[in-house]
C-alpha cells in the first residue's frame, strides 16, 4: 500500500507565505517524478510545479518566481514553498508522485488527499 499525505495548508492573507509538505510512505522501490497540483472550485485540476528525481523543476507560469518546488529523496518528502499568495491561489492542492511498487516494473501515478489553501485579499 502506498500513500501520501500531505500537510501545510491553511488561510493566509494575500501576500503571504505557506509551506506545503508531502511524504510517501508504504512499500515502493522508487520514486520517479513527484509534483503539486491544485484545484479550484468550479475549475479543472491544474498542474503546479513538478520536479524529477534529479531535481529538474517545472512551473505554472501562474506560480513562476514566487513557488518553489523540492524534495528530499533520502525522506520521500516533496515540498511546495508559496510567496507572495495571491486570492486567485485559493484552491485545494493535491500531492502526485509516480511510484514503482516493489515487484512491479512500471510507475503509475499516486495522488493524495489534498490540503486546503485560502488566501484573502
Known amino acids: 500500500q502506498v500513500q501520501l499525505v500531505e500537510s501545510g495548508g491553511g488561510l493566509v492573507q494575500a501576500g503571504g507565505s505557506l509551506r506545503l509538505s508531502c511524504a510517501a510512505s508504504?512499500?515502493?522501490?522508487?520514486?520517479?517524478?513527484m509534483g503539486w497540483y491544485r484545484q479550484a472550485p468550479g475549475k479543472q485540476r491544474e498542474l503546479v510545479a513538478t520536479?524529477?528525481?534529479?531535481?529538474?523543476?517545472n512551473y505554472a507560469d501562474s506560480v513562476r518566481g514566487r513557488f518553489t518546488i523540492s524534495r528530499d529523496n533520502d525522506k520521500n518528502m516533496v515540498y511546495l514553498q508559496m510567496t507572495s499568495l495571491k486570492p486567485e491561489d485559493t484552491a485545494v492542492y493535491y500531492c502526485?508522485?509516480?511510484?514503482?511498487?516493489?515487484?512491479?516494473?512500471?510507475?503509475?501515478?499516486?495522488w493524495g488527499q489534498g490540503t486546503q489553501v485560502t488566501v484573502s485579499s
Open positions: 502526485q508522485a509516480s511510484i514503482r511498487r516493489l515487484r512491479f516494473y512500471t510507475f503509475r501515478d499516486y
Open positions: 508504504g512499500s515502493f522501490a522508487s520514486i520517479n517524478d
Open positions: 520536479i524529477t528525481s534529479g531535481g529538474s523543476t
